[in-house]
T-cell receptor
Framework: ETGVTQTPRHLVMGMTNKKSLKCEQH?????MYWYKQSAKKPLELMFV???????ENNSVPSRFSPECPNSSHLFLHLHTLQPEDSALYLC???????????????FGEGSRLTVL | KQEVTQIPAALSVPEGENLVLNCSFT??????LQWFRQDPGKGLTSLLL?????REQTSGRLNASLDKSSGRSTLYIAASQPGDSATYLC??????????????FGRGTQLTVWP
């Protein structure tokens, strides 16, 4: 496989469920990101991982819990979500060596989450 | 905080027309600017990336220009085709010491090209 792969593509969950979104990148990048795309807002950054270390948390509620076990895999653990959390969750990766790269981001197809 | 605005929000044109999509941003301290395409229910596909030191980039029928000092970028699509129908997103990366992947997005221009 090539590029950035996200699973599942679609997820429906109740507010008391616990689920996880998975992202895998096959580009040899060292930085991975979670972005959220909801109907009424522009795409917004949630989390950044650089060399497996979380470098940014964009004031995301604790019901979203990221995990990055290695530079190729990124998870987003979900628990006790609210209906307003329904959105498209996009994973992206880049080579984030400052000054040595273009900063180009590559996105996955996204996971469409519906919270009932 | 960086604000990115895209005009128009929607555009519907007949096949064959040349198009201009506009993007403006409030903070000129950018590292780069990217144009993406998003098909319904899909992820983002990178179209063009312009570094802050560059003025334009071209790929096939697409040409993107950047005027950093005035906070503007345009995406020019030549000889539009129905397959170009999608939402086009503009995003900028800040040059203020933050992670390069921290992009600020506009709301997009929804383009429909009819046969």
């Amino acid at each position: 496989e090539t590029g950035v792969t996200q699973t599942p593509r679609h997820l429906v969950m109740g507010m008391t469920n616990k689920k996880s979104l998975k992202c895998e990148q096959h580009l040899g990048h060292n930085a991975m990101y979670w972005y959220k795309q909801s109907a009424k807002k522009p795409l917004e950054l949630m989390f950044v991982y650089n060399f497996k270390e979380q470098t940014e948390n964009n004031s995301v509620p604790s019901r979203f819990s990221p995990e990055c076990p290695n530079s190729s895999h990124l998870f987003l653990h979900l628990h006790t979500l609210q209906p307003e959390d329904s959105a498209l969750y996009l994973c992206a990766s880049s080579q984030d060596d400052a000054g040595l790269n273009t900063g180009e981001l590559f996105f996955g197809e996204g996971s469409r989450l519906t919270v009932l | 905080k960086q604000e990115v605005t895209q005009i128009p929000a929607a555009l519907s044109v007949p096949e064959g027309e040349n198009l201009v999509l506009n993007c403006s941003f409030t903070d000129s301290a950018i590292y780069n600017l990217q144009w993406f395409r998003q098909d319904p229910g899909k992820g983002l596909t990178s179209l063009l990336l312009i570094q802050s030191s560059q003025r334009e980039q071209t790929s096939g029928r697409l040409n993107a220009s950047l005027d950093k000092s005035s906070g503007r970028s345009t995406l020019y699509i030549a000889a539009s085709q129905p397959g170009d129908s999608a939402t086009y997103l503009c995003a900028v990366a800040s040059d203020r010491g933050s992670t390069l992947g921290r992009l600020y997005f506009g709301r997009g221009t929804q383009l429909t090209v009819w046969p």
